[in-house]
């Protein structure tokens, strides 16, 4: 009877805490931080109210969608098959126009050439570069969220080593080592590779006790997930 009442409490326990880091996730940071900045933040604006664009995915990212939908409570939509594009259906969308609205403002946008969408529409390409310093005086809370997002899309545990691999993406590299220091984890090693394409930016850390917990749990859901159909 004692060992059940030790396992009970000890459950309990793990279930408050998971609770908790997933209430304490802020939602736009979180989204923030799950974006890939492949060469900035890049927009193909066909109509001047078309900014509602948060990011795609492929299917075979399913857990991703699956965690992301979770914290963001927003839903992915799954794209249709084109005559002139032989996989778009293979792609899920995340389109929310306030939600883009405020992960916008954490960007300098450019404007830099012409685009055209998949169905062969002409719009104006902008290109953002990430303004770290806006994260940098975030709250404690919103720079954690920002982590477990940036965790769960580009991030990998082995041993006791976290890694963060970027590709063509130097503001969030650079952003992402201030972030973590700020944060009181231990920088082990960074990385940019040279004559590769992309170019990849490599970041291995150790993260604080909090952090850490923080980071878990997103394996543990990305991995709870991986199994669920879209």
Not at 45 to 53: A, F, G, L, R, S
Not at 146 to 168: N, R
Request: net charge positive; charged share 25%; hydrophobic share 35%.
């Amino acid at each position: 009877m004692k060992n059940r009442i030790i396992i009970f409490i000890f459950l309990f326990s793990v279930f408050f805490a998971h609770g908790q880091i997933q209430n304490n996730l802020d939602k736009i940071y979180y989204l923030l931080g799950t974006l890939d900045d492949y060469a900035g933040r890049c927009l193909c604006i066909i109509n001047p109210n078309d900014w509602d664009k948060i990011m795609y995915l492929h299917q075979r990212d399913s857990a991703i969608i699956k965690r992301i939908e979770e914290i963001s409570m927003l839903k992915f939509t799954k794209g249709k098959k084109r005559e002139n594009c032989r996989n778009c259906h293979e792609f899920y969308y995340l389109l929310s126009s306030s939600a883009a609205k405020e992960i916008n403002s954490f960007y300098v946008f450019k404007k830099q050439w012409g685009c055209e969408d998949a169905n062969r529409n002409a719009g104006i390409s902008y290109r953002g570069e990430l303004k770290c310093g806006k994260i940098l005086k975030a709250s404690n809370e919103q720079q954690y969220s920002f982590m477990a997002g940036l965790f769960l899309t580009q991030g990998k545990k082995i041993d006791d080593v976290y890694k963060i691999c970027l590709s063509s993406s130097p503001w969030r590299y650079k952003c992402t080592i201030k972030l973590l220091q700020a944060l009181k984890s231990k920088i082990l090693s960074t990385l940019i590779t040279k004559g590769t394409v992309p170019t990849g930016f490599i970041i291995e850390f150790k993260p604080s006790e909090e952090l850490k917990q923080i980071l878990d749990n997103e394996i543990e859901r990305r991995e709870f997930f991986a199994n669920e159909k879209l």
